[in-house]
């Protein structure tokens, strides 16, 4: 595999545009997914705002759901620089795995791994394609402690689509864990960071996803299927459209999820 750069500046997704080169020290890409927009030094300006620059896109901000999605033609927007405000925002596109940290309260690495996780959405509207809305991203979940990991993580590729009648979750288990497994979780579990708790579609009205929808399906590795009981359910307050399992419903990834159709 390519080394990637986790922490980065703009230009280094978007080099095409002129706005990316600017203030890099204040916008800054997590990864391909997540974009940091963070003043550090002491703020310049009386009511402690600044401009921060947004790729052309829709951004979604995961920290407050009810602070409306960018629709951004490449330009900057005003935001918080008070010592404990920042900016993170979902690009279209992708999907994020996180954490609640208002849920979960972790002090240490450990009790994050004792908490499921949450899939963040953010669909592109890719219209040349058979599914018209489209969002990918990847999950590695190895035991936090090991030096060497080989063995002891699984990774997965996780796509979600929508087709306007449809909307699917794919999961590939594209390396499995054989040792370190926590059979109190699952079969082929290394921690509760292989179980999905929710999944959240952002932006949902301009998607099309604005019903609640259920008879929720899941396909299964083995293509054998199941119908779980619960809802998908859209806020109009948030814009988004979430599932979370009934309780007593598993959703782990290395045994139960192929697909999930709603």
Same mark, same amino acid.
């Given at each position: 595999?390519?080394?990637?750069? %986790?922490?980065?500046?703009?230009?280094?997704?978007?080099?095409?545009?002129?706005?990316?080169?600017?203030?890099?020290?204040?916008?800054?890409?997590?990864?391909?997914?997540?974009?940091?927009?963070?003043?550090?030094?002491?703020?310049?300006?009386?009511?402690?705002?600044?401009?921060?620059?947004?790729?052309?896109?829709?951004?979604?901000?995961?920290?407050?759901?009810?602070?409306?999605?960018?629709?951004?033609?490449?330009?900057?927007?005003?935001?918080?620089?008070?010592?404990?405000?920042?900016?993170?925002?979902?690009?279209?596109?992708?999907?994020?795995?996180?954490?609640?940290?208002?849920?979960?309260?972790?002090?240490?690495?450990?009790?994050?791994?004792?908490?499921?996780?949450?899939?963040?959405?953010? %669909?592109?509207?890719?219209?040349?394609?058979?599914?018209?809305?489209?969002?990918?991203?990847?999950?590695?979940?190895?035991?936090?402690?090991?030096?060497?990991?080989?063995?002891?993580?699984? *990774?997965?590729?996780?796509?979600?689509?929508?087709?306007?009648?449809?909307?699917?979750?794919?999961?590939?288990?594209?390396?499995? *864990?054989?040792?370190?497994?926590?059979?109190?979780?699952?079969?082929?579990?290394?921690?509760?960071?292989?179980?999905?708790? %929710?999944?959240?579609?952002?932006?949902?009205?301009?998607?099309?996803?604005? *019903?609640?929808?259920?008879?929720?399906?899941?396909?299964?590795?083995?293509?054998?299927?199941?119908?779980?009981?619960?809802?998908?359910?859209?806020?109009?307050?948030?814009?988004?459209?979430?599932?979370?399992?009934?309780?007593?419903?598993?959703?782990?990834?290395?045994?139960?999820?192929?697909?999930?159709?709603?």
């Amino acid at each position: 595999a390519l080394p990637i750069s %986790l922490f980065k500046p703009l230009f280094f997704e978007f080099p095409d545009e002129a706005g990316a080169y600017g203030d890099q020290e204040m916008n800054v890409m997590l990864g391909s997914a997540l974009k940091l927009s963070i003043q550090s030094n002491a703020p310049d300006t009386e009511d402690f705002m600044n401009d921060f620059y947004f790729p052309t896109g829709t951004w979604c901000n995961v920290v407050n759901a009810y602070d409306p999605c960018i629709v951004s033609t490449g330009q900057t927007e005003r935001l918080g620089t008070k010592v404990y405000e920042f900016g993170l925002h979902l690009r279209d596109g992708h999907v994020a795995p996180l954490q609640d940290a208002k849920a979960v309260m972790p002090r240490t690495t450990a009790d994050m791994a004792r908490q499921p996780i949450n899939l963040h959405v953010n %669909l592109f509207d890719n219209t040349t394609a058979a599914g018209a809305w489209e969002a990918e991203g990847h999950l590695v979940n190895d035991d936090g402690l090991s030096v060497d990991p080989l063995d002891r993580n699984n *990774a997965y590729a996780i796509s979600f689509t929508y087709d306007a009648t449809s909307l699917t979750m794919a999961v590939t288990h594209s390396v499995t *864990a054989k040792e370190g497994l926590d059979p109190d979780v699952c079969a082929g579990c290394v921690n509760m960071n292989d179980r999905v708790a %929710l999944f959240a579609v952002y932006n949902a009205g301009a998607v099309g996803l604005t *019903a609640d929808l259920t008879d929720i399906v899941l396909t299964k590795p083995d293509e054998t299927t199941v119908t779980i009981a619960g809802a998908a359910s859209y806020d109009a307050e948030t814009d988004q459209l979430s599932f979370t399992p009934p309780e007593g419903t598993l959703l782990n990834l290395p045994e139960k999820i192929g697909r999930a159709h709603v």
